[in-house]
């Protein structure tokens, strides 16, 4: 079966860095598009920074110049650099994988997520 399993986040100070990964396990054919996302309490989810199995990548302008997502969708897994953390970043964060498992069968997945808390 497919998983997604994210790693990293914990607490960190404001102005500091943290990295997190996300590695897709199980039997799939392809990988269309993979992401980050965050919900921080009593807001909806959010783009964070995503990046498609072409190569393009789009980042929330609340992260851009902070924040870079890297790795590649034909290795299975991602990271999300950040840099120059601030209060508002902090949130459970969420990897998301649109996944084709076979031909004509695409899926949604989400890891478990994990807690990014910056402190001032």
């Known amino acids: 079966q497919v998983h997604l399993v994210e790693s990293g986040g914990g607490l960190v100070q404001a102005g500091g860095s943290a990295e997190l990964s996300c590695t897709v396990s199980g039997t799939i054919f392809a990988i269309n598009a993979m992401g980050w996302y965050r919900q921080a309490p009593g807001k909806q989810r959010e783009l964070v920074a995503t990046v498609t199995s072409a190569g393009d990548r789009n980042y929330a302008s609340s992260v851009k110049g902070r924040f870079s997502l890297s790795g590649d969708t034909s290795k299975k897994t991602i990271y999300l650099q950040m840099t120059n953390l601030i209060p508002e970043d902090t949130a459970v964060y969420y990897c998301?994988?649109?996944?084709?498992?076979?031909?004509?069968?695409?899926?949604?997945?989400w890891g478990q997520g994990t807690q990014v808390t910056v402190s001032s």
């Open positions: 998301d994988a649109d996944i084709r498992i076979t031909w004509g069968k695409s899926s949604n997945y």
